[in-house]
C-alpha cells in the first residue's frame, strides 16, 4: 500500500519582508545611478585630458569648486533620491498597474514565410 506523505506548509512571505526588499533594491537603482554618473564625469575628465589638455595647456588649477560645494551635494542627494523613488515605482508594479492587457500576448506568431520557402 502506498503511503501517503503530508504536504509540506508553505509559509506567505512577511508584508514587511517583501517591502523591505523593495526598498532595498530601490535604493539600489538610485546607489547604480549615482555610479553611473560618477563614471560619466570621469570619462569626461579623461576626454579632457586626452584632447584639451595638451592642446591649450589650461590645466584648470585656478577652478576652485567650493562655492559650490553645498549645490553639488544637494544635487548628488536629488539625483539619488529621485532615481530611488523611479526604482521604487518601477519594481514595486505602480508602474504597470493601470496599464491595459495586451490582446495579442496570447497568439503564436505566424510562421516565417523565408522557413516555408523550398530548398
Same mark, same amino acid.
Given at each position: 500500500m502506498p503511503r501517503v506523505l503530508p504536504k509540506p506548509k508553505t509559509s506567505e512571505a512577511h508584508p514587511l519582508k517583501h517591502w523591505a526588499m523593495i526598498v532595498f533594491e530601490s535604493l539600489g537603482v538610485g546607489a547604480l545611478t549615482i555610479m553611473l554618473v560618477f563614471a560619466a564625469l570621469l570619462v569626461m575628465v579623461g576626454a579632457y585630458v586626452?584632447? @584639451?589638455w595638451?592642446?591649450?595647456d589650461w590645466s584648470l588649477?585656478? @577652478?576652485n569648486l567650493d562655492p559650490y560645494r553645498s549645490t553639488i551635494s544637494a544635487a548628488f542627494f536629488l539625483l539619488f533620491? /529621485? /532615481?530611488s523613488a523611479l526604482g521604487f515605482w518601477f519594481i514595486s508594479g505602480a508602474a504597470w498597474k493601470n496599464q491595459k492587457a495586451n490582446p495579442s500576448a496570447g497568439r503564436v506568431a505566424p510562421k516565417s514565410r523565408i522557413s516555408s520557402l523550398p530548398r
Amino acid at each position: 500500500m502506498p503511503r501517503v506523505l503530508p504536504k509540506p506548509k508553505t509559509s506567505e512571505a512577511h508584508p514587511l519582508k517583501h517591502w523591505a526588499m523593495i526598498v532595498f533594491e530601490s535604493l539600489g537603482v538610485g546607489a547604480l545611478t549615482i555610479m553611473l554618473v560618477f563614471a560619466a564625469l570621469l570619462v569626461m575628465v579623461g576626454a579632457y585630458v586626452q584632447i @584639451v589638455w595638451p592642446l591649450t595647456d589650461w590645466s584648470l588649477v585656478e @577652478v576652485n569648486l567650493d562655492p559650490y560645494r553645498s549645490t553639488i551635494s544637494a544635487a548628488f542627494f536629488l539625483l539619488f533620491t /529621485a /532615481a530611488s523613488a523611479l526604482g521604487f515605482w518601477f519594481i514595486s508594479g505602480a508602474a504597470w498597474k493601470n496599464q491595459k492587457a495586451n490582446p495579442s500576448a496570447g497568439r503564436v506568431a505566424p510562421k516565417s514565410r523565408i522557413s516555408s520557402l523550398p530548398r
